[in-house]
């Protein structure tokens, strides 16, 4: 069953360069250390052969799994005239007394780091559809209950 991906222009731009990197710069350079470590001779006690081909499975899954996202995903262009949230938008949020800038992004690039929030996440979907000044109320990871005012969208 494939798996469907919500992908901002952005994200997809992402993923795409990184697939391009992976498949043609990060391919050669583990097949080399590979071809390093078989001239070391006995490839079954071979700590280095080993470490290159254990990349080389993450690498190849990482691959396929970039693949599968592209070919699944639908790419969602936030509204330039909305005053409400979508996948795209930038929200400034006041949570607890504390103000914070959240981009509600699908999951394949959320990155909580980056500000990033997946749609599916408890706190973007109960931000979609909102719009600025709504008061709004999820569940915390830990089961605690989150207060969240929509201060600014930005798309």
Do not use: C, W
């Not at 043609?24 to 078989?38: Q, S, T």
């Not at 780091?113 to 706190?123: H, L, R, T």
């Amino acid at each position: 069953m494939a798996n469907d991906y919500v992908l901002t222009p952005e994200g997809k731009e992402k993923l795409e360069a990184e697939l391009l990197y992976l498949e043609n710069e990060k391919r050669a350079e583990v097949g080399e250390r590979i071809k390093i470590a078989r001239e070391f001779g006995d490839i079954s006690e071979n700590s280095e052969y080993d470490d290159a081909k254990n990349e080389q499975g993450m690498l190849e899954v990482r691959i396929a799994q970039i693949n599968d996202i592209l070919a699944n995903a639908t790419v969602v262009e936030a509204p330039k005239r909305s005053n409400r949230v979508t996948v795209g938008s930038t929200v400034t949020v006041d949570m607890g007394g504390r103000e914070r800038v959240f981009t509600i992004v699908g999951g394949a690039e959320a990155n909580a780091a980056e500000g990033k929030i997946s749609n599916d996440s408890p706190v973007g979907s109960v931000l979609l559809g909102s719009k600025k000044g709504d008061q709004l109320t999820t569940e915390g990871p830990t089961g605690r209950k989150i207060e969240i005012t929509v201060l600014n969208i930005e798309h």
